[in-house]
């Protein structure tokens, strides 16, 4: 209830902007049951991904991004559309259910946009086409 002109009450409502911070909350329980990503999650086996990108990595250096988790995110971008690896990652930041999907919690920091970038680069077009064709495998044995 707010009071009005000359001090009489309404009933407009007014909401403050005042965040608390996070309660103990798991991703699990904001993701519906039945959301898309749940069922990819569930319809595709993307382990095969480590094996046809092994050769790209080198023995030594900073770990990377987990290569499924790159693929996964190729996919996010086919299913929803999106064009560039900025805007890819805007939309991981800002919906649950593609963090959910990708396995990033919350409050953990998500891959930068150049990075991917880069390592699209790396895999080239054949491993690309390998990954896809995978996949359609796999669909169409899901039948």
Do not use: N
């Not at 491993?127 to 899901?142: D, L, S, Y």
């Amino acid at each position: 209830m707010q009071w009005g002109r000359g001090g009489a009450r309404t009933m407009m409502g007014f909401k403050e902007r005042a965040f608390a911070p996070l309660v103990a909350v798991s991703l699990e329980e904001l993701v519906p049951q039945d959301h898309f990503y749940r069922h990819l999650q569930k319809a595709l086996d993307l382990s095969f991904v480590y094996d046809h990108v092994r050769g790209h990595y080198a023995v030594a250096g900073r770990p990377s991004i987990d290569p499924v988790v790159f693929f996964k995110l190729q996919l996010v971008m086919f299913f929803e559309d999106i064009r560039s690896e900025r805007l890819l990652m805007r939309q991981v930041a800002d919906r649950l259910s593609v963090r959910w999907y990708v396995g990033y919690e919350l409050d953990e920091p998500l891959p930068d946009h150049s990075t991917l970038s880069k390592i699209r680069t790396r895999y080239g077009l054949e491993i690309f086409r390998r990954f896809f064709e995978t996949i359609v495998e796999q669909c169409r044995q899901a039948k």
